[in-house]
């Protein structure tokens, strides 16, 4: 069953199959129980990941650098695009063409939608998209997911409430395609200048899944089982201004998660910046820390799979 992932790139989350979702789920696992009982592994020993980053991350960069030290492979980095060629004016596909050489799996992060699937053209290694623009980052989505099977024990018959900056936040627009391929009820909730683009709720209406969009914050987390939090993205706007009158729409405090449904667990791709109030982090069900730590074994997953050395 590892062969289907084996030399594929992983750009898009709507492109999976439910086979290679459940293989990455269980690998991850695998990997995760392995890292426990032996800490390092030397399943990507004399293999190299190039990390492409053009755009600034803290968790996607470091957890997939960690993935590959975990699994006894080596990292090489761009991690300021002022600091490459790209501040000559080099292409996307020349870059690429270059690094391929150098690696065997490329990880990269772009400003520009579309970037990702670009790069994967020009090349024949496996390209994984670590965010491209507002476009799609499946492996947080990806990680997301598996953060939701621990923290619930399920992924099916659950509600999920998707908070904040939906219009722009790639990170929501990769999983709800995941969250579809199971028994789930969504619930958007954002202001009306930042709704889940209509295109994609109409696809996921048109698969069947109950969606339902709301401004109210407090009364979808009363009948949610997750709520993941989403930062309002000032790299997004072209307004200022706009960005000023948004930016504090949505708060998260203990307040709040008093009158959530009990057990509520609590998602956040992470940075935040105030959507939720430092105050939760003592609270059982607050698992953005968790999630974030989770990005290392399901990356671990990725790396290994799309290089045959599952």
Known sequence: MSSILSGKDILRTDTLTDDELELILT???????????EGRLTNMAGQVMAAMFFEPSTRTRLSFESAMHRLGGDVITIADPKTSSAAKGESMADAVSVVQGYADVIVMRHPRKGSAAEAAAAVSVPVINGGDGAGQ??????????????????????????????????????????????????????PSQLKMPAGITEELRGQGVEVSETEDLASAMQESDVVYMTRIQKER???????????????????MVDQAKEGISIMHPLPRVN????????????????QAHNGVPVRMALLALVTGRE
């Open 27 to 37: 690998t991850a696992a695998r990997f995760e129980d392995e890292l426990a009982a």
């Open 137 to 190: 980052h499946p492996t947080q989505a990806l990680l997301d997911v598996y953060t939701i099977q621990k923290e619930k024990g399920t992924l099916d018959g659950l509600t999920v409430a998707l908070a904040g900056d939906l219009k722009n936040g790639r990170t929501v627009h990769s999983l709800v395609y995941l969250l579809a391929r199971f028994d789930i009820r969504l619930i958007f909730v954002s």
């Open 275 to 290: 959507e939720i109030k430092a105050e939760v982090d003592a609270y059982a069900g607050a698992a953005y820390f968790r």
């Open 237 to 255: 706007f072209q307004d200022p201004a706009e960005y000023e009158r948004l930016k504090g729409s949505y708060v998260l405090d203990m307040a």
